[in-house]
Each structure stands twice: as structure tokens, then as C-alpha cells.
């Protein structure tokens, strides 16, 4: 297996999700230079769940004041659907065919990917390729829908009409509607990562998701929070059940600024008996108070209502209907005779406050006069456990583990199935009439494949034919090189009349079986492993796919965090990082794209004088640069030294190409760092650092630290700790280097090409302390910029505003600062641009794009989708607008400038 797979899978079983404990220990494991660096744990620092993300937490106030909650005004869904300033006409980039090619693959076999999948739908009356109608729920990309989900190759069409925040949570037919034609979605996803979105409320389609129109009774028990479970009672197509789970508004290109919105409902079990007119609590257990003072709320995801079920109380057709829930870090629960709800199921996370390792799922699998629950749960520490009762009706359910620590013993199948990552990636089916049958969906276990005796396929995917005793490996198929299960797994559905074809959907979109098993255990013997190992090997891949078909051609959900162009061809030269699913790179010429590396990836950069030159980031300060434009065997690693710094850092680091500057790269962690040689020598790297031959055997890059660190006490003690988030410099001779802090300090260095780099604080108390996700500078005066900040000004009420117009003096070395908020309301701001030809600024949120016209804000154009950018720039040469979404790809709009 070549170093860059080994580096981008790793990088994936990293997911961006954080939490506030308080220990500030790291643990790593090296095993084959870089690319075995594990952290405990993940998510908006690399390093955050032992510590990073601790920076300035106090105790959290008794609420937020009413006043405050009172002039939070979420305005933004209505304001992204206001009249647009018509400035141009928005034109969709892609990827609308996402092919990746075998080098990038863990297993060499070149597949297609989408952005991360939350729920599935299949027509109950699905039955041949040209007559199964599937719908997919994207994290962030909305409703999409095929008419022939079982051809080799699907056609799909956004069925997203009606939606004016694309997140998803789930979706599901209505099982009381003979026709087929009633669906409901909710919005919000709820996957238990930093960036699941939060979404609108409870919508529903009359014509098979053609259009949706929202149940009113939903928003003030939904809004601003996820739904992530819906349904119908069987008997009565009025009496509706959802759940809903915490999720965040104010992600972007560097993480770290989101938040739980202000007033947000509590999440719970909500019944409606007037089909979603209204909607009462019906159900919830305590969840985390969102601190304010901190980082990012530290609230996570206790309480929230991940899933339900309904079953009848017996066999009549008039019995009763019980409900059965799953509720993050609690357990599953059922409703009783009574009318109340118990406790059946007790999680690993006890109910614990911040146990945001702990998540429990389940699935129903009636027989006969009983009803047999499968259950997967995680403790605090995100172990996977698989249990199962055969009489979820008893008065008091005995659950068996069915999960074994020891290698080569009956249940070592599901232990740890996650991986550490249940919280995020955890689904759990079983196929209506097939009892002893339940299938396993989590984490890939990398440190069974990335070996030279490699004694599964990744188990990504897991199937039991016996109830939940053994299982057999679903993660790759019998082609020579197979094609294999993406890692993080999120959702399944069955074929109703072939529960054999199960349909997946992952961090990288949808894929299925089809429907033949194959033993492929004789394969074990060659592996160079034995005992246990071998026994579990030759267990696990007795009955593996005989095919794996991707389903992503046309399935436009990816998740882009941003995007860099080629300053000297803006229109036909692009790359972005995506989550979970790499770099990709675009050829205007041809309108084709491709993934060029893998892993997670974040931010990017393009040398201006030489645009071959480029650069690209994983999660942490983790860094590769190609000579070779965007060929998948150029990349060579240069992050040694950031790594070995131990400087705290985003997930997704800021990493800024020079404007103007051969060679120099600008990276933020506690420090700016600098190269100005592209990284190293490029014969060095090419020799000793590549990804695919380098030997490994010196220091790959050569970033240095400039001026003092950012986040410490050089600067006072005010917004102090965490990184840096926004790196920014003009097209212009001798531009100052403009530089933030998540918790929102803002500098200003004049000599930023010296060999003694000072920055100037230009930041006062009377700016928000928050994230500071966006600056843009104006070329045509570089000591002038335009700064958006994330969160909220509810939570921040005596230092309001989310974009500003920033004036830096050198003379007095302070700023004058003017709010342009105008008529935003309280939304988050996730990044900023400016048109310099015209001084107009625009802006990304989490329903589009907006710009700022005679102090007003408005959509720049029609035609965009409500979702999240996360990514904006501007390219003075052609005048155009860049958006990266966080679902529906990479967008672009010519401006015109008579407008």
C-alpha cells in the first residue's frame, strides 16, 4: 500500500467532531513516519479533545439574557431568499461526475464519491433497476432523488424544492399512503460532528418529493435544531413523532466558530396528533447548557433523540402503538401502557454531562409473537458495543453482549465496530422478515489494512446471518483490485424484495451490494498472518459482496471547505479540499474534475508566479506540495515541522499562498509560519518526502515561525489561547499581512518578508470576542480590509456585529473600526470577500451568499441553493465570485459591473 493512501485514509478516520474535557494530555502512536500519527480523538483542534479546546472556558452564566435572546433575530433564511441584487448569474461548477482515480483509492480501483449521506428512503415498491425509486438525504446538500437506484448507473435530480436550508437529518415515505406520493424530511443533520448543520423544521411532499412545503407546528419545536428521526403511526397518518438532536450554525473554512444558535428549542421526543400543525414534548432527558464564554458553546450531543421506531403491542389490527427511541449518551427508551416513557436500554454514557463520546441505535426486528432489538452503543471513550434483546416487549428486557475484546473469540466481530467514533459514525439494520440478520455500519479499522498482513478488508460494513453472533466483512467486493466501502458509515436501506441489496450511505455518498456473496476466505492464506488472526480472517470473508456499485455519478453533495484558483487562469484552474473526500481538481477547458489526493481536505494554496507549484492540507497541520500541478503522485509531505511544534490548530488550518511571492506560504497554528521556498528544495522533497517513494529518512518542510505567538500573553491577556483562523494579504507591492485568532484577536504586520516578523494588535474590548472567520483585503489599499466574525451576538451582547470595514493606521498602529452589519440580523458570517473595482463586499452564511449594496445586504444573484458556504473569494482579473459549498459543490458568478 503506497504512503498517500495510507496518509489520506488516516487522515479520514479522523472526523471532525470536538469536546470539552479538560485534560491537556496528548497520546499519538508512530508507525510508518506520519501517517500512523493517531490522536484521541478529533475535531475542531487536532488535537481539542485532549485539551486545545479548553481555552478560556469559564463557568457557564445561568442563561443567556432574555434581552440578548430577544434581539437574536434569525433572519438569515428569509434574507438569502430576499429580492437578489441580480449581479451576474450564478453557474454551477461541479463536480457533477466525481471520479476518483485508483492512485487515491486505498485499493487501487478507480470509484466515483459524494458528500456525506444522513438517511435513505427506498420505495417500498422498489423492484428492478429501471423501477426503484431511492431518495438520499445529504449532510449538507439536500434531497436528491434517482428513479432507477438499482441500474449500474443511476440517474439522479436534486429534489430539493420548497427547502430553504439544505442540511438533512432524515426522510422517510409516509407508511399510511397506499400511492407512495407523501414523504417527510428533517432538516438539520444530526451525525454528531462539529458541522452537522442545524436545520429549518419538519417538511413534507404531497408529490414524492417533487416540492415540500413546511408543517408550521415544527418550527418552534425544530428550528435551530436537527431532525433527526421521523414517524407515522401506522394506524393514523395525523399522529406524527420526531426527534430532534443539538447542531450548530456558524462552521466555515477554518473551523472552530460554530455554535448552537441562541433560544434553540430543547431537544427531545415531539408528538404531533394534527399532522405536524402543531407539536407537543412528549419526552427529554437533560441535555448540555451552552457556555457562551467558550469556544463553541460546550454543548454536544446528550439528549438528543437519534432514532425511533414503532411497533404494535401485540397482533391484533386494532393493538396500540409503542414508540421505541434512542437518545444520545442515555440509552433506548419505549412508551408505556400509561402514556409515559422508560428506560429499557442504559448507555455506556450514563447520561453523563458532555459525554459526547456516547450515542446508542438500534434496530427492530420482529418474530413471531416476539420482537428481537438490535442495539450498538458507545461509552465515554466511543467503544462500540453490540447487544441484543429477543423480547424488547418484556416487562424488563435482558440484553445480551454480543461483543468480545478477545481476537479470534466468538463476538470480536462488533467489538469496537466504530472505532472510537460511535458518536459519529454508527447505523445499525436489519431487513423487514429476516430476523437473524443485522448488519453493522461504523468506522474502517485502518490498522487492519494499512499492514503487510492484513487479516480483514477494513470492516466498515458488517453482516450476521445468525443474530448478531458472527459476521462476515460487506467493506470490499471480488474484483481484482476490489472496489471498496468508503470509511464512516452513516446510514442503510434494504431492497424490499431483495434484502440481500443493501444501500449505504457514508462520508463518501451512496453505494450498494448487489445481492450475491462469495467466499473469498482461501485469499487468508496468503496474507502472512496465522492463529487468531487468521481464524478471524477466514470468518470474515466467507461471504463478502461479489459486487460493490457506486451509486455517486451525478450525486453533486460534495462537502467543499474552500477553494483556490490559479491567479493566472481564475476560470479553468481550481482546486478544493472537501471533507472526508480530499482535494479535488477542476479543468475549466474540459469541465471535468477529479480527486487529486485524498484524506480530509481542508485548505489549499496555488503559487502565483508559478502556478504549477501548489499546496494542499489534510486535518491538523498537515501539509503536502506538488510540483507537478495536480498529478496524484507529486504530492510531497513538508509538515514535520509543524507537527513537531505542538502548537495548537485547527482542524482545518488557514493556509495562505502569497499573493504576489515566489515560493512564500503563509500557515497558521499558535504562530504564523513561513516558507518561502514552496516548502523545501524540490529535488530534496521529491526524493525523500513524497507520498508514494520517499524514503522518509530526514525532515520533510521547512516552515519556520515568524513573530510572536498570536494566542499567548506578548499580546495581553484579553481573547487570549487557541490559533490562528484567517490569514489574509492584497495583490499589492508591500502589503501588510492581516492575520486573526479564533476567539478574536486581529494583527497587523508590515514587514511580513523580513527576517523579524512584528505584528500589531489592532483588535479592542469593543469587538466581539469571537471567531473571526473571514478577512479581505483591498488591494487598492491594502491597509484597509473587510472582517467577518461567526457565533453570535446574542451571546456576545455588549460587542455586537458580524462584519466590519477595518482601517489600520501604521503611524498610531490602531484601526479604526465600522460595523457593516446593517440588516444581516444575528446570523454567523463564515467568510468574506470584496470586489475592489466597485469596494462591494460579500459575504458566505449558512443559506448563501449575500452582498453588500448602499448599506444594505441582499443575495448577490438568483439561482443559488440555500446552503452553507463555507469558502468565498474574488478574482479581480475576470471578475468573478467563487462560493465553496459545504453540499452542493463549487459555484462561480461573473459580476456585472454596470451592476
Known sequence: ????????????????????????????????????????????????????????????????????????????????????????????????????PGEVTYTGQPTTDSGRIASLAISPQCRTGRDCLLFVGAAGGGIWRSDNALDAHPQWESSSRGLPSLPIGKIIFDPTDPDLQTLYVGTGESNGSSDSEAGVGLYKSNDQGRSWSLLPGSVSVAYNRSIAAVAVDPVDPEHLFIGTAVARHGSSSVNGGRFTPPGAPAVGLYESWNGGQTFALAFSLPADAVNPLSPNGSDFFRGGVSHIELSRLGLRSNAPTRVFLSVFAYGVYRSTTGGGYEQIFASGGLGAPFASNSRTEFALAPMGKKLRMYVGDSDNNGLGTLYRTDDANASAPAFLSLSNATPGAVGFDSYNFCQGQCYYDMAIGSPAGQPDTVWILGSMNYNEIFTGTPPSNGRAVMRSVDGGVTFTDMTNDTQSPPLGMHPDQHAIAFVPNNPNIAIMGSDGG??????????????????????????????????????????????????????????????????????????????????????????????????????????????????????????????????????????????????????ILDGTFFVGLQHVWRTQDNGGPRAYLDLHCNEFTGDFTVSCGDWVPVGDDLTGPTFGTSKAGSYVASIARAKAAGSPLWVATRIGRLFVSTNPDSNAVKFTRIDTAAQPQRFISGIAVDPRNPLRAIVSFSGYNAYTPTTPGHVFEVIYDPTSKTAQWKDLSANLGDQPILGTALDPATGRAFVGTDFGVLALDRGHWAPAAQGFPGVAVYGISFDSSTHTLFAATHGRGIWRLKIDQDR
Request: proline residues 6%.
Open 1 to 100: 500500500m503506497n504512503r498517500l493512501v495510507k496518509a489520506a485514509l488516516l487522515a479520514a478516520a479522523i472526523t471532525w467532531v470536538s469536546a470539552p474535557v479538560a485534560s491537556a494530555q496528548q497520546s499519538y502512536t508512530w508507525k510508518d513516519s506520519h501517517f500512523s500519527k493517531r490522536v484521541n480523538g478529533d475535531g475542531d483542534s487536532w488535537d481539542e479533545r485532549n485539551g486545545a479546546e479548553t481555552d478560556n472556558l469559564t463557568p457557564p452564566p445561568t442563561a443567556v439574557s432574555s434581552a440578548a435572546l430577544a434581539g437574536a433575530v434569525d433572519a438569515a433564511a428569509k434574507l438569502a431568499q430576499a429580492s437578489s441584487l441580480e449581479l451576474g448569474q450564478w453557474r454551477e461548477l461541479g463536480p457533477f461526475v466525481p471520479n476518483i
Open 510 to 659: 451512496a453505494i450498494r451490494t448487489d445481492g450475491v456473496f462469495v467466499d473469498t476466505s482461501s485469499s487468508c492464506a496468503g496474507r502472512g498472518i496465522s492463529g487468531a488472526a487468521l481464524l478471524d480472517c477466514q470468518a470474515w470473508l466467507k461471504a463478502v459482496p461479489n459486487r460493490l456499485i457506486s451509486l455517486n455519478a451525478g450525486l453533486r453533495t460534495l462537502q467543499f471547505q474552500n477553494l483556490s484558483f490559479n491567479p493566472q487562469d481564475p476560470l479553468n484552474d481550481i482546486i478544493g479540499g472537501t471533507q472526508d473526500n480530499g482535494t479535488w481538481a477542476y479543468d475549466g477547458r474540459t469541465g471535468t474534475w477529479f480527486e487529486s489526493v485524498g484524506g480530509d481536505g481542508g485548505n489549499s494554496g496555488i503559487n502565483a508566479v508559478h502556478p504549477n507549484v501548489r499546496m494542499h492540507t489534510y486535518y491538523a497541520p498537515q501539509i503536502d506540495v506538488n510540483f507537478q500541478k495536480n498529478s496524484t503522485l507529486g504530492w510531497d509531505w513538508i509538515a514535520d515541522p509543524l507537527l513537531g511544534s505542538g502548537e495548537a490548530a485547527s482542524f482545518y488550518v488557514p493556509l495562505l499562498a502569497d499573493p
